[in-house]
């Protein structure tokens, strides 16, 4: 069964940083696109960064272009996204998700497999 896992959330100072990972299990993240969201209660989940397969593409949405960066390690089927100078206003629940297709897209409505989320908190 084809599942997704993130980790790496926490409480975190404003200003730290957080490396979060997406670990696939019951399939290979070799031919899937993988994208990062986050959500915050009462609103809409919003797409982050995405990385296509073999990492040649990567997008990032304007929230946190300029201090993340999405890296995959194919070898352990996992992905990963620092993210650096974070805020009160990046805390949220952070997903791991692989759309349909093999391309980039920020639409939620594209993607298929969803992990269960990881709680960020910034704060001090």
């Known amino acids: 069964q084809l599942q997704l896992a993130e980790s790496g959330g926490g409480l975190v100072q404003p200003g730290g940083s957080l490396r979060l990972t997406c670990a696939a299990s019951?399939?290979?993240?070799?031919?899937?696109?993988i994208g990062w969201f986050r959500q915050v209660p009462g609103k809409e989940r919003e797409g982050l960064s995405c990385?296509?397969?073999?990492?040649?593409?990567?997008m990032y949405s304007d929230s946190v272009e300029g201090r993340a960066i999405i890296s995959r390690d194919n070898a352990k089927n996992r992905v990963y996204l620092q993210i650096d100078s974070l805020e009160p206003e990046d805390t949220a629940v952070y997903y791991c998700?692989?759309?349909?297709?093999?391309?980039?897209?920020?639409?939620?409505?594209?993607?298929?497999?969803w992990g269960q989320g990881t709680q960020v908190t910034v704060s001090s």
């Open positions: 990385a296509t397969s073999n990492g040649g593409i990567t």
């Open positions: 019951g399939f290979t993240l070799d031919y899937y696109t």
């Open positions: 998700a692989a759309p349909y297709q093999t391309d980039c897209t920020f639409d939620p409505a594209e993607y298929k497999y």
